[in-house]
Nanobody, 124 residues
Framework: QVQLVESGGGLVQAGGSLRLSCAAS????????MGWFRQASGKEREFVAG????????YYADSVKGRSTISRDNAKNTVYLQMNSLKPEDTAVYYC?????????????????WGQGTQVTVSS
């Protein structure tokens, strides 16, 4: 079992930055691929970014590519999402997810553990 707790969300003006963190506890963190997803009001949950078990491979949705960086610190059992040049359309609840596999997936159903989410609101 893996427990995930997100933090770092908040209200920011367009063009600003936020750094989301996801702290994991429980089973060995380093063996899991990790992902960030988001869900805006009235919309389906969508993939934002993913990172493989070692941090050597990262993947991004086109909507955030070039503006966001996912990273992980296996010694601290933590994964991060740095988001820059934020836009109002980035407003959503952001979820951290862990997958019992070393490879990243972009489909939410392939992740086994989820955090409770952290709200990101970008004002225009």
């Amino acid at each position: 079992q893996v427990q995930l707790v997100e933090s770092g969300g908040g209200l920011v003006q367009a063009g600003g930055s936020l750094r989301l963190s996801c702290a994991a506890s429980g089973r060995t963190f380093s063996g899991y691929a990790m992902g960030w997803f988001r869900q805006a009001s009235g919309k389906e949950r969508e993939f934002v970014a993913g990172i493989n078990w070692s941090g050597g491979s990262t993947y991004y949705a086109d909507s955030v590519k070039g503006r966001s960086t996912i990273s992980r610190d296996n010694a601290k059992n933590t994964v991060y999402l740095q988001m820059n040049s934020l836009k109002p359309e980035d407003t959503a609840v952001y979820y951290c997810a862990a997958r019992r596999n070393t490879l990243v997936a972009t489909i939410a159903a392939r992740y086994d553990y989820w955090g409770q989410g952290t709200q990101v609101t970008v004002s225009s």
